[in-house]
Each structure stands twice: as structure tokens, then as C-alpha cells.
């Protein structure tokens, strides 16, 4: 089944299609299974837990339609897709212990069920994992590839953390922040999966910047959604971010409006942030056009993504990538 | 300097003279500066507190010693040896979130001083650092070498929380698990040495299992430090692993004892330890002669790394490898 003569739309945000809009999935969750499935103890219970919780897949798609778009299918395109949704697990893990978080995709999360400690370890086990089945396969490229996005994603996290209820926030930092914590990991699957199908420079770089491009827009969405997002559709609470003092696209956009900075400005300066002023502030993201701003910016990073894709020849693997950022304007979790 | 022609035994509690004992620390703190000397920030602070905290800086002497037995000096020896460094230093990171730890090495835990949050990130980034390197230089047996460490690290770890006060913890378990925890990793860095210097099988493997027998002696001695060590010199307070309900060897060795034997597992049944508990099992400890009888079975496996060496080409450096197993028989830190 051509993955381009279907009809996307109908399916974009119903997860339980999402294998026929993307049929790869299926391998992806039946390799994925063969990895963890010699785990044992309490590792084995919380990869099925995390595993099980649903997700995008996207890393893993990243990979595999990026190296489909100049060769043949092969087992190590599939060893590295898995490898990349498998470090995605582990920072997931190490992730929900740095923001204390509860809930994720509607179950509570790993550190909620089996506490720090174990998250910790599962997390580097997943790290691990991933690792071996990189070294095993001899993928070096895409080893390389994925430890820069691990060196990336670390020190993002870490700028994020140093910028908590900084009102000097700007645009640049923003930028840098959200390429380190997210679009690079995107922007190294697509590389890993064209370094393994061969492609030249030119397309490599090209595939590159797609991947960077689709994260910015990824992150900048998923920042709009801590403000207008549907928390059941989500399955996570709302206003994390603010709460944790961490300042997105939608505030930086309000502070650049001299007749509202001062009202941000005074919440975020209380640092303990309430929820009449999260609502507050929700209203003045969207009276002021902050919220509309930040999703016209997502809209021409997608755009931007699109544009990379013409360089590529022209199969239905590169319809798959074009469609996965098509998905994106849509996205509401 | 000849290592062999030195007298190790007026040195061998005293770091201030390790570098006159094994001068080949100077160059491993030399390489983990540079190593580490691209980070930023919070991370930056986080990876000079820690490598500035001391450390018996062992792994990455097994890696260059297990090397040059067999070599020459390489850049790639080197790299190996901080890497092996570096991902010691990454699980000391999350194993103080792991073990609420306060303080190691006289110092504050990273965790104590930064948070968890960003103790998880700093050991990530560290994972993330020593396999850059190693995958640079294309070491790509050390690599895989230090994955199958990780993990065997991660499954040790868990093992022993899902056996805390396990009254029926027993030698078989306890052995399976102070391998994965600590020696296979021990293990795994003589024979990364070895593997780059192009070592054969055979020697390979006595490389190997001398560290294997390195590392349970290493970890039978810090079991022991538990109840019997000054804190002073440890620098961390002493009965941690009966507070957490780990069950060591000298405490599986007393209840050997029919006569005491319900006293012990009456405290284990408690799970809270109150320092009465630890005082009257820290005597029955001594009493009954299992501390003296944990204490000869960790000799034992010192001999039998010994024993192991003997296979290997008699350089300064096999001489070298004997001082840091003989070192051992009077750790007390």
C-alpha cells in the first residue's frame, strides 16, 4: 500500500490509525519489543510501561523514511530506528525525574510508579541499549550521530533550567535552547538514517535541516499547547512550563508588547505562579495575538521542512516525511 | 621511574603520593581536564566538583596498565582510559540519586549541591561524553565493551534494591550481584586496554578475569568498610547499606550461624535500623568472625588476580597491575 495515495487527513489525530498512515510503525513496535525483550526485573516492567504508553514514533519514523527515501529497506535502517526511539525512552525516563512530572500520554510516569532511583537506571539501561544495538550493527555514523543529539539534549536541558523565570529571555536564547533540547535529536535521526542508505553530502545536509526544521516547529507547538492544549487529549496537566518558570515563544512574543510586559513581567517575577495568573496570562497570549504569532512561526518551520524535501528524489518515502510534517499543523498532544 | 623499583608500601593509603606510585594519573587528569573542558555552565561546575573530589582514578589505570603490558603508549590508550574514567564518574553521579547519598569522598554529593535534576543530566552528559570519545577514535571494541558494562551496572542495581532486607539473600545471589554491579566493569576496562593493544584471546582472558577478581575483592573490602571503616578516612558515614537493607557478605556469613541467626534477620525484619541495631550487629559481625571470614574471602580473590597475572609478558607495568591488586589488601577508603 502506497503510503502517499492515502488519505491522511481523517487519520492525522487518532492514534489508533496511525499504522495505516504509517504502516512501518508495526516493525518498529515488533523490533522494538525484540530489544527490551531480554530485560528482566523491574527494567523489563518499566520498559513494557513505557513502551505500552503509546507515542509518536517519530524519531524511529525519522530514521527509517529517511533512509528509504535513497535505498532499499535493510535491517540496519530498523536497528537504528529502534535505537533512536529507545535513547527517546531513556531521556523520557531521566526527563520525568527533572521535572517531577506525574502524568504522561495519560499514565502516570515511570518516577511516579517505581520512584527516582529505579527511573534513573532504566533510563541508562535504555542508553545502553540503544548503544548496543548501534555498536553490534557496527552503525558508527549513526552512534556518533545519536551521542551529539545525547550531548545536545543535556546541555539544553541544562540552559532551560539556568533560564527559569529569566524575563530577559529573548528569541535567540529560545531558539538555541529548543534546537539543543529537541530539533537536534530530530535533525541526527534524519542524518543517521541517510548516512545508513548512503546519501551524499548535499541530501544529507538537506534531510538535516527537514529534521531541524520539523523540531522547532515540534517544540514551539508543543510550547503553545502548555497554554491553549486540551489536557485530556494531551495526557498531561496544562501550564507545567510556566509553573517551572520556563519561558516559551508565546511569552517572549507578549514581552515584546510594551503595554503588557509589566503584567508578565510582575507573574513570572512572583515565581510562584498561581492559577488565576496562569489564566491571566493565558488571556493575554491570546488577546495580544502571542498565541497566533507562535503558531504562524511553527507553521513556517514546517514550511521551511517542506521546502528542504524538493532536493529529494522523489518517492513515496519522501510523501511519508512531507506527510509527518503536514501532521504537525495539526498536532494537539 | 621504574613503577616496579618503587616501594609502594610507604604510599598505599595516601593519595597525596599516588602520582609518585602510579605517575601515570598525571596524565589521566591531564586528558579528563581536557576532556571535560568544553562543557558549560552548570555541568561544567558539576564535572569539576566531581574531578576535583579525588577518586582512586583505578578504571582508567586498568585500561592503560592492561594496555601497556602489552604495548607501547597510544594516544588511543589514553582516550580509552579517561573515557573508562568518565563513565565511572557518570554512575557515580546517578548512583548518589540512586542512593539519597549526602556525601563521597569527604566532599558533598553533586545531588546535595545541585539537585537530582541536574545529577541525571550531568551523568547523561558524561555517558554521552566517554562514548564520543571512544567512537572519535574508533575504539570501537572499548566501546562496546564499556555498553556491556553500563548495562551490566544497571541490572546489578536493580537486583540489589529488589533484594533489600531479603533475609533470604545467599552467596549465589550476592556473588551475581557485586559482579554486575561492580567488577564486570572492572572487568570490562582490562580488557578495553588489552583489546587495543592488540592483546591474544588467552591473554585476553586472564586480563580479564583478573579484574573480574579485582573487583569482587574491591567490593567485598567496601562491604566490609561498612561496618567495620573510619569515616573519617572514608569520607561518607559508615552502616549506609544495612540503613538501605543491603545485605552483604558478612552479614549472609552470619547467618551461617544457627546461634545468631534470628538475631540478625529479627533487625533485617525491623527495615528501620536504629544505630542500636547496627552497634549490636557490627559486634556479632566481628564476634562470630565474619568480618575476619569476609576479610579472607576478599584476599582470595586478590591472590586469584594475582594468580592470573602470571600468564602476562613480565613488564614494569604486569608489576604495575600487582601494586593496585596488592594495594587492595589495605584499602580502608
New interface residues.
Given amino acids: 500500500m502506497s503510503i502517499a495515495t492515502q488519505d491522511i487527513n481523517a487519520d492525522i489525530n487518532n492514534i489508533r490509525h496511525k499504522t495505516e498512515v504509517f504502516p512501518e510503525i508495526e516493525k518498529i513496535e515488533c523490533e522494538l519489543h525484540n530489544a527490551l525483550s531480554d530485560s528482566?526485573?523491574?527494567?523489563s516492567q518499566m520498559c513494557s510501561h513505557m513502551a505500552g504508553s503509546g507515542g509518536k514514533r517519530i524519531r524511529p519514523l525519522l530514521v527509517l523514511y529517511c533512509g528509504l527515501v535513497f535505498s532499499n529497506r535493510s535491517e540496519s535502517l530498523e536497528k537504528a530506528a529502534v535505537a533512536a526511539e529507545l535513547i527517546h525512552m531513556a531521556?523520557l525516563a531521566?526527563d520525568d525525574?527533572?521535572?517531577?512530572s506525574q502524568m504522561r500520554r495519560g499514565k502516570p510516569t515511570l518516577n511516579t510508579v517505581w520512584g527516582?532511583?529505579?527511573s534513573?537506571?532504566?533510563?541508562?539501561?535504555l542508553?545502553?541499549?540503544a548503544?548496543?544495538i548501534l555498536?553490534?550493527n557496527?552503525l558508527?555514523k549513526s552512534?556518533?550521530l545519536m551521542?551529539?543529539a545525547?550531548?545536545c539534549?543535556?546541555?539544553g536541558?541544562?540552559?532551560q533550567?539556568?533560564n527559569r523565570f529569566n524575563i530577559n529571555m529573548n528569541l535567540e536564547i529560545y531558539y538555541e535552547q529548543i534546537t539543543r533540547k529537541t530539533a537536534k535529536f530530530l535533525e541526527c535521526c534524519c542524518k543517521s538514517g541517510a548516512s545508513i542508505a548512503n546519501a551524499d553530502e548535499l541530501q544529507t545536509a538537506a534531510i538535516g535541516k527537514y529534521g531541524l526544521n520539523l523540531g522547532l516547529a515540534f517544540q514551539i507547538i508543543d510550547d503553545i499547547l502548555d497554554y491553549r492544549g486540551n489536557e485530556d487529549i494531551m495526557g498531561k496537566p496544562k501550564g507545567e512550563d510556566l509553573r517551572q518558570g520556563i519561558i516559551t515563544l508565546p511569552l517572549i512574543l507578549l514581552q515584546s508588547s510594551e503595554k503588557y510586559r509589566t503584567a508578565a513581567h510582575d507573574i513570572i517575577n512572583r515565581k510562584t505562579i498561581c492559577e488565576r495568573d496562569y489564566a491571566i496570562l493565558g488571556d493575554l497570549l491570546v488577546n495580544t495575538g502571542s498565541i497566533e504569532q507562535s503558531h504562524k512561526i511553527a507553521l513556517s518551520h514546517i514550511d521551511k521542512a517542506l521546502l528542504c524535501l524538493k532536493v529529494l528524489p522523489d518517492t513515496p518515502y519522501r510523501d511519508a516525511l512531507s506527510n509527518l510534517a503536514e501532521m504537525l499543523r495539526f498536532r494537539d498532544n
Fill in positions: 528482566q526485573g523491574a527494567i531521556t531521566h525525574i527533572i521535572d517531577d527516582n532511583h529505579s534513573v537506571l532504566c533510563g541508562d539501561y542508553f545502553a541499549k548503544f548496543g555498536s553490534e557496527r558508527y552512534l556518533s551521542i551529539e545525547i550531548d539534549m543535556c546541555n536541558e541544562i540552559q533550567a539556568e
